[in-house]
């Protein structure tokens, strides 16, 4: 009888300690990151959102993850990297970006 609430502690403690490392370490957003965060509607149809876990999507199409780094913003995309030059402007409501690849730029708005 005694065996069982044994048993029963030792599942529990070994799924925490397999549970608790499923979580990744994902490094807190820097000032200049979270103003990134929301829905920004751009030319056309184009809508992008960013959110703080750092997940991102377009279009309703395409989602990855986002991350500032050297001062351009990278999104890791399944069809590939996306390396952008960015400036905001209006406090922050416009930010103006331009794909390095192809030279395409776009005003965004936050919405």
């Not at 990297?81 to 030279?103: H, M, N, P, Q, R």
């Amino acid at each position: 009888m005694k065996v069982l609430p044994i048993l029963l502690i030792i599942i529990m403690m070994i799924s925490v300690m397999v549970l608790s490392g499923c979580e990744e370490n994902i490094p807190p957003l820097s000032e200049e990151e979270k103003r990134f965060l929301g829905t920004w509607k751009g030319p056309s149809i184009h809508v992008m959102a960013f959110f703080p876990y750092r997940a991102c999507s377009f279009h309703s199409d395409f989602s990855g993850y986002w991350e500032i780094k050297d001062g351009k913003l990278i999104i890791e995309l399944n069809t590939g990297k996306l390396i952008l030059d960015y400036k905001f402007s209006e406090d922050d409501s416009i930010v103006t970006i331009t794909e390095e690849a192809s030279g395409y730029t776009g005003d965004y708005i936050r919405q």
